[in-house]
């Protein structure tokens, strides 16, 4: 079968076969010029078109509020005290892993209202501790208010010294180690939620 179309052109050896043909200068321009200006004086537009594209949404900038994280941060180790409490009146003795809570509910509220600040992973140790120590004291002052007949405030303002020679006896190598794992959460998670 045959065509009557004329044979391709072949390249001539050492040029490109995929190359555009040259673009031939219009009649009176120099062909090694200054390119064409459009009618407003910017030149032509040619290949990426900035304009056809949203620009990039901005970063969310980096907070770095120190005494904002510090509040939060007594925030949190008030309400996880207060819970770390209600939890051990609940079962009626402490829970070594309820501290690990704790730490991480304090390095939490200090890195998402702190950010970034580095003084803030070392904040995160003391609360986290307070919170403990508080969460155990208040569990102790419910079991002794609902067994004797007083006050939780009582207890708290008028007994105690009684309250932490109680919090001394219960205390065993156990909740020291549950003590360091709690100001360790506090450090690591204020270190690896901080933005």
């Known amino acids: 079968m045959s065509a009557n179309y004329p044979p391709p052109q072949q390249p001539a050896p050492g040029q490109?076969?995929?190359?555009?043909?040259?673009?031939?200068?219009?009649?009176?321009?120099?062909?090694?010029?200054?390119?064409?200006?459009?009618?407003?004086?910017?030149?032509?537009?040619?290949?990426?078109?900035?304009?056809?594209?949203?620009p990039p949404a901005p970063l969310?900038?980096?907070?770095?509020?120190?005494?904002?994280?510090?509040?939060a941060g007594l925030g949190a180790t008030v309400v996880a005290a207060l819970l770390y409490?209600?939890?051990?009146?609940?079962?009626?003795?402490?829970?070594?892993?309820?501290?690990?809570?704790?730490?991480?509910?304090?390095g939490f509220a200090l890195a998402k209202a702190g950010g970034r600040n580095p003084l803030l992973p070392f904040v995160?140790?003391?609360?986290?501790?307070?919170?403990?120590?508080?969460?155990?004291?208040f569990g102790l002052a419910l079991i002794i208010s609902s067994t004797n007949d007083v006050g939780v405030v009582d207890v708290f303002t008028q007994h105690f010294s009684f309250l932490q020679h109680a919090w001394k006896e219960s205390m065993d190598a156990k909740?020291?180690?549950f003590f360091a794992i709690a100001g360790a959460e506090g450090f690591l998670f204020t270190k690896r939620l901080a933005r």
């Open 16 to 54: 490109n076969p995929y190359a555009a043909p040259p673009q031939q200068a219009a009649p009176g321009q120099n062909p090694y010029g200054p390119p064409p200006q459009s009618p407003y004086g910017a030149p032509p537009q040619s290949g990426f078109n900035p304009a056809a594209y949203p």
């Open 124 to 137: 995160g140790v003391p609360l986290a501790l307070l919170g403990v120590y508080l969460g155990q004291l």
């Open 175 to 177: 909740d020291f180690l």
């Open 60 to 71: 969310a900038p980096q907070r770095d509020n120190a005494a904002l994280g510090i509040l």
């Open 85 to 106: 409490g209600l939890l051990i009146k609940g079962i009626k003795h402490e829970i070594g892993y309820a501290a690990l809570a704790v730490g991480a509910l304090v």
